[in-house]
């Protein structure tokens, strides 16, 4: 099938690039011309496991970037709006972009075509972008508006694409949805996992993926209610992390206990830093806003927003207990990015934390794996960039672990107790194991679990133990 996907964000370069992994031909619309020159020639830019190797195949045969939005509609039987719907001041979801979209692409329309909300919208968009089309001229009977929802988390957006626990096409009519169960036939039909040069399954993958057809106002309000549940069970875990902190219990051995259960399950149960991310923030927010528009006040959603921002400043005086004063300190901070396996560091608790330490006074020197020019672009000349970790930790008052990278878990700690001032490491994702940090000479602080101290005395005293508690 012919299609356009407008917009080549996360959501849309990943899915037009996908589309074409399936067998379809793509016309990947942006009106960035640079952007879309940069794609064109070769370039990539997310840092997203195997899209790289997808552009590569796909890249001027089945996937072809364009910013003629109107011709890329009239070629297409299905057109994907995957352009941002950024918070207002109020919380609620800038539609401009969409209404954009939906005003350009009604002249185009003559033949059936069915246009498909792809980006994260409040429900009733689909009513307004089918109102929109008509004032613009498309003829009523020629078009269907649907909403078919993306669940893929930057890192593995390509996976979880390929192979999704569901799929929702949210479509009011028969023909709507025949069309866009075809679109999705390779993987529901489980012909694609038996190609030879498929993308590699993930762990715990369900093949074939079950097909969900709802309306298009379900399937929209479906995408809110999975962030917002989500996002609360990581607030939940947080709260139950300062509880377990409280008492003295280990919240790994409570995650094991609740999450064994299988109706509530171990996925989004590991306590940090809370929630960040271009999704889960600006998702909260706008549900809110639907949920208040509709009639109802959802004070939980308030409170899981107030529990996650809380996390933060917990870890900030976490850090203040750790080292006294921040004042003229010298930090090494390993991860920016929101969450390990990516270089977006939009709304990443990481890099509130590092504006945090700065504002104390802190010397902070930074390493991410990936998000180092991201970094550099938000925090300037404030910070310095290491080459890699033990270069970040050199001379260092204390490490602090802010990003869930792999790579920072299978660190050589002896080497980084050498290297430090002090060995203090106060880890904001619980990648390490206290009684480990203690047999290796640490002071360990971390999240919903007991403090740890050297069990063998380093030469070195830290801070802490000099000062009054
Ligand atoms: C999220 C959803 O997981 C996707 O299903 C959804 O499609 C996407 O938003 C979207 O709406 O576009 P993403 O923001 O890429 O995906 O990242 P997540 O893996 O969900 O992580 C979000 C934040 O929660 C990160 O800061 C992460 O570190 C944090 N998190 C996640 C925890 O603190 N604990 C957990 O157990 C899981």
Known sequence: MRIAVVGSGYVGLVAGACFAELGHDVILVDNDERKLAALQQGSVPIHERFLPELLERHRGSRLVFSSDLRKAAEQSAAIFIAVGTPPTEQGEADLSYVESVAREIAGAIRSYKVVVEKSTVPVYTNTWVRKVLLLNGAPGDRFDVASNPEFLREGTAVTDFLYPDRIVLGADTERCAHLLRELYQPLTDGSYYRRKNAIPEPDNATTPPPVIVTSAKSAELIKHASNAFLAMKISFINAVATVCENVGADVRQVCEGIGSDSRIGRRFLRPGLGYGGSCFPKDLLAFRAVARDAGYDFHLLDEVMRINEDQRQRFLRKVRNALWTLKGKRLAVLGVAFKGGTDDI?????????????????????????????????LGDKVTYAANPYEAVAGADAVLVLTDWEEFAGLDLDRIRALLRYPIVIDGRNLYDPEIMAGRGFFYYCVGRPEAAPRTEPSTRPVRSETPE
Do not use: I, T
């Open 346 to 378: 939009r709304e990443s608790p990481a890099v509130c934390v590092v504006e945090a330490l700065l504002r104390d006074g802190s010397q902070v020197a930074v390493y991410d794996p990936a998000a180092m020019e991201r970094a550099r672009e938000v």
